[in-house]
């Protein structure tokens, strides 16, 4: 069982950036994948990015996010840079055994945080 909870959510101006943690409970953080996906209002939710042994980031959001993860501390992070208003949602933070872009492939959710860019 992986508990999973998210921070760094918030309001930023079009331009700026954001950082989301994700910390996760459990000893074998470091054999999940990792991910974010997040979630605009009347859409379904959609992957951002990835990252087990490699990254993978929806094309959305290529040379402007990047994924990393600290396998000492359990975290995982998503650096958001160059923010559109098309990138307002909650992001979820999600952990699986397989390498996947597809949510129903995922095992653990976090329970959102809200990121809003105001234009």
């Known amino acids: 069982q992986v508990q999973l909870v998210e921070s760094g959510g918030g309001l930023v101006q079009a331009g700026g950036s954001l950082r989301l943690s994700c910390a996760a409970s459990?000893?074998?953080?470091?054999?999940?994948?990792m991910g974010w996906f997040r979630q605009a209002p009347g859409k379904e939710r959609e992957f951002v990015a990835s990252i087990s042994w490699k990254r993978i980031y929806a094309d959305p959001v290529k040379g402007r996010f990047t994924i990393s993860r600290d396998n000492v501390k359990n975290t995982v992070y998503l650096q958001m840079n160059s923010l559109k208003p098309e990138d307002t949602a909650v992001y979820y933070c999600?952990?699986?055994?397989?390498?996947?872009?597809?949510?129903?492939?995922?095992?653990?959710w976090g329970q959102g945080t809200q990121v809003t860019v105001s234009s």
């Open positions: 459990g000893r074998t953080f470091s054999s999940y994948t």
């Open positions: 999600a952990a699986t055994t397989k390498v996947a872009v597809e949510p129903s492939l995922w095992d653990y």
